[in-house]
């Protein structure tokens, strides 16, 4: 009995694995063609050193409103509570990759029409050159869009095509479907990376860990926004998972209440990104070591700011080949 369930996860392993990975020399041969796209107006510095931190900057007022006029010279960046200069700044609306990572489970069955209004939603309050892909999950991780590694945002009738032919069904990989998407998320041309989440946040499928995706998005560039959708009796629901996903990359939770607030979020989740910073600045230190991160702005305006990015990262060690 053991071993037949061992040869049927591995089964399902291998035929997520090819799905992911039967993309790559595709995605090797696109990427050439897939340069960034930067208004010329965009304020943009960059380091002649490859290892930036990349962080992603949400600024607010106490009323929730996107402030995104400020300057270079207004930010303030802190490694471990030492100054570094910065060295990548853009306060445009510049494309950006995106992965929508979709529970695909049969927990998702009754909700799965709001999963995709919700998706379009997002979709069509996005910078229409956002490079954007995605993935589901249920017993196995799945590409959703099939025949291309990536997708633009404005492209809603190849994006509606691919999701409403979602079937949910089975278990739940949580896990590994946010790591295959992170895996594909390093593949996009755009120097700001994010992932939307949508799930209810509970996991009885994967072989990773969620210490393997949490110390895998610290790693990362990328914000992990999540949406959690389950009903109050839901068992398998946990949205402690969703926040410590959102927090650990410096985005946010949200927990909508009907498929109005549904919509909401994800309109909500894709303004931010639009109205964000991108700030990068080459790491002062090799050690290996987790570094927190701190922005300021300075001079501070006369109203009250939430700043928000990721609060640290593992710096690479002296001996990391690149």
Known sequence: ???????????????????????????????????????????????????????????????GRYISDLTTAQFTLFDNGRRVPIELFTNEDTPVT??????ASGS?????????????????????????????????????????????????GALESAVTSIRPEGRTSLYDGIMAALDHLALGSRSRKALI????????????????????????NAAIYTVGIY????????????KSLAETTGAERFLPRSPGDLLRACSRIAREIRSGYTI???????????????????????????IRTRPGYFAAGRSTQR
């Open 1 to 63: 009995m053991a071993g037949g369930q061992k040869g049927k996860a591995g089964g399902r392993k291998g035929r997520a694995a090819v799905r992911i990975s039967a993309l790559l020399p595709l995605l090797s041969a696109l990427l050439p063609f897939c340069l960034p796209a930067l208004p010329a107006s965009a304020q943009v510095f960059r380091a002649g050193s490859a290892e930036l931190v990349v962080l992603p900057v949400v600024v607010t007022d106490k009323k």
């Open 98 to 103: 995106v992965g929508l990572v979709i529970d």
């Open 280 to 306: 990068g600045y080459v790491p002062p230190d090799r050690d290996g070591a987790y570094h927190r991160v701190r922005v300021e702005v300075e001079p501070a305006p006369p109203q009250r700011l939430n």
């Open 231 to 242: 009903d109050d009796d839901d068992m398998d629901k946990n949205p402690r998972v969703l």
């Open 197 to 220: 989440v949508i799930s209810d946040g509970g996991d009885n499928a994967s072989e990773a860990t969620l210490d393997r995706v949490l110390k895998r998005a610290r790693d990362s």
């Open 108 to 156: 998702m069955r009754s909700k799965i029409g709001e999963v995709v209004a919700a998706t379009m939603a997002f979709a069509r309050a996005s910078n229409p050159d956002d490079e954007l892909f995605a993935v589901h999950f249920n017993d196995d991780v799945v590409q959703t869009v099939a025949d291309r590694p990536f997708l633009f945002a404005g492209d809603l």
